[in-house]
């Protein structure tokens, strides 16, 4: 590693960050998801920690959908929910992550008579105020695995509030179009698409054309227990990959603070603390 990278990751790591698209169960660090496997007599096929990296590698998004399930069946009562909300949020603290968003999925639970209502409340548990109090906002995945028609039904059918991924949008020019329009944020994983499959090399990735396009884009790491990267490494790559420089890396991180679903109050506090970081400038 070169002293130039060195210091571009030193400042990434050090630098405050947010993050507006991240699945609670694909974000569990790999020494919390070997825990849980511990704890329900592990796989033959995976037999230590460090295989575990291994078995979370994927040559398409079918492969990467097989190891979300798979993985999912370590995880089968509340008390893992609240195990595995802990080990991610003590994982983000030490990222310097200072504000998330975070999904999880309830349906997919529901076989192990697991609620939403249950999972809702293991997963807060702890915490002072639940998410109604700033109002329930939407995001939607879409041109991920589809192509840019989803993208362009999330924001006119569903009208949502944000889009996940909708790296599909590069395909159509009205599409891009109507998302710098309405200057509708979109949750860009880069490191993930890779990963999935979604994308071929991460030089495909289309964050440049969509930032030359003016679209409003935040930039996320979507399940990193599951694919090994850490806003870091995005921010990494964004300069590496895409030559965006740190200035503009800093406008990554103020779009995820301005398209959180925090109060406007809230957010110009968090902004201003963030510039006054000693790492920010």
Known sequence: ?????????????????VELHLHLEGAIPLPAL??????YGGDPSVASEADLRGRLTYTDFPDFI?????????IRSYDDF?????????????QNIRYAEV???????????????GLARA?????DRAARKLGLRTSAHAGEAAGPGSVRGAVEALQVDRIGHGIAARDDADVLALLAERQTPIELCPLSNVATGSLARIEDHPVRQFWDAGLMLTVNTDDPGMFHNSMADEFVVLHEVFGFSRDQIKTFVL????ASWQAADSKAAM???FRDDPAWR
């Not at 070997?34 to 704890?39: A, E, R, T, V, Y």
């Not at 999904?103 to 209502?117: A, E, H, K, N, W």
């Not at 779009?255 to 301005?258: F, K």
């Open 34 to 39: 070997w825990q849980l496997m511990q704890k």
């Open 103 to 117: 999904f999880f999925s309830p349906t997919r639970f529901v076989d192990q008579g697991l609620q939403p209502q």
């Open 66 to 74: 097989a190891a979300w399930i798979w993985k999912n069946g370590f």
């Open 255 to 258: 779009n995820g603070i301005n």
């Open 1 to 17: 590693m070169t002293n130039d990278l060195r210091g571009l990751r030193t400042w990434a790591e050090a630098l405050p960050k």
């Open 271 to 273: 902004a201003q603390a």
């Open 82 to 94: 609240s195990f595995i909300a802990e080990a991610v949020a003590r994982d983000l603290a030490r």
């Open 123 to 127: 997963i807060r548990k702890g915490l």
